[in-house]
């Protein structure tokens, strides 16, 4: 797999994963429920970029972030839950 530059940008209530690629942007963006949950709602890449790795990436940083800071996801966002299906071993972070 690839690697991407993977940046986090956060408000109070929302965020997002993203990175650009080729001039181009893709990203994972979420929900806050409180301090121990997030509900992934989109990934969004664009289709010239599609089968490169990029909307895993995204869901793999949100994984380690999930680990390291101690809080759950609810994978509401169709690639997510399709990402943890293929990937039982990130089922600890899964809500």
């Known amino acids: 797999m690839a690697d991407f530059a993977i940046s986090k940008e956060e408000a109070e209530t929302r965020g997002r994963y993203f990175t ?10 979420f929900s806050k429920m409180g301090e121990t ?5 989109h990934t969004g890449v664009p289709e010239t970029l599609a ?11 949100m994984i380690e972030d999930a680990r390291n800071m101690g809080f759950k996801i609810m994978p509401l966002c169709p690639f997510v ?6 990937h039982p071993e990130w089922k600890d972070t899964m809500m």
């Open 81 to 86: 839950r399709r990402q943890y299906a293929h």
């Open 20 to 29: 650009v690629v080729d001039g181009m942007e893709g990203e994972l963006t």
């Open 51 to 61: 089968g490169r790795g990029i909307g895993k990436a995204l869901v793999e940083a």
């Open 37 to 41: 949950a997030v509900i992934a709602d």
